[in-house]
DNA sequence: CCTGACGGTGAGCAAGCGCTTAGGACGCCG
DNA sequence: CGGCGTCCTAAGCGCTTGCTCACCGTCAGG
């Protein structure tokens, strides 16, 4: 067997959406949410996007709001595992915190058009998938407060109400996703560096790199 | 003439828009696009919440993005001089931001179903009443950007990138418009505190309060 | 060659959309 | 009382929406 068979799911974009023409839907829709909100795309814009006829999209989903579901789905388990290969790995917890923060940040400025759908569509889902997601996000919460309350435990970081900050800081990187490349001239490594620097300053990080 | 009739503008919601049929639209309408969107919403719904005919609401406003655009213009317009008033303030630096990010974030806490709509469904309004509101957004990052390069001038703060610490300190204000309420228990005036606080450690002031 | 599954299309349905228009209820002035 | 302007409604127009359905080309297996 052909070694490109089981591993090209990981690196191109949507390469976990099997049938190729579901894949390029997908991405579509992606494009057409983001740019217009989900609720003022019609599957007409979908379907044309991908060079198909309306009629199309249904074959692969049942309706539209599946495509978001999709989207939004995989969009906030590839944040989460970015933002928890980071938590995990090693340093003291502001190294750790800092590297999250960078690539968090980056990956909504990467992937800001996914990100924005992903962030800003919530509640255009039905009530199960709706449920279902927050509780991802729920687990983003909890791995960026376990992050600062290590710190604080350990003496590194000063902070007077950790749940709030933990508010603030994950607040800070979602909006990226909003205003990214509308302002231009950034770019995702140099938002992510900056991001960094200001959550350690948040949390009162005693040594800043 | 009786005192009422100017001074009623000023202290009630929406007291600017004058017929009165015209306030309780506008209002209703700000209801339904925060709770659903502005493409999600339609002209029946927002004239039903008003208690009135959907015809009714083409007597006071041309079309629906009118109504959007009336709500934006306000709303800026509010925010914006919340700002200011603290910006031109008495005080420190440090003080006066303080002073500013308390205020706007009150500000953005208090009013979320409004601020929602303000900040988050700028899209949906025309080219021409996009600039106009765009030109309001730079006024306030103006304003933010004015009070850090004054600390920073006058050596209380310590930031590297004015530019992109501005960006950070508004996208964290804004930002409260979409999770207030959502996640609830925290006061308007308490997420105005914490808030103020943390943008004073992201500028690196010297004395915190 | 036939067969049947797969993946696609063209046409269109019922419902809902933003918005318009003809007309009615009401109060004010003569 | 009549005439008029203001504010609103009932009805509906033209169009678009999400979605369906009858049908078709392609291709592998026998």
Redesign the interface.
Known sequence: MSTAEKTEGEDLPWGEVTPDAARRLLIAAVEAFAE??Y??TTTRDIAGRAGMSPAALYIHYKTKEELLHRISRIGHDKALRVLRTAANGPGSAAERLADAVRSFVRWHADHHTTARVVQ?EL??LGEEHRTEIIALRRQSDATVRDMINEGVRAGEFDV??VP??T??VL??C???A??FNV?GQ?TPD??GA??A??VL??V?ARQRG
Do not use: C, F, K, N
């Open positions: 217009r909100g609720h003022a800003y509640d255009a007077p109400d709030g900050t508010l603030a607040s800070l979602i909006d990226v909003r205003w302002a950034r140099e938002v900056l991001y620097d200001l300053r948040m009162g």
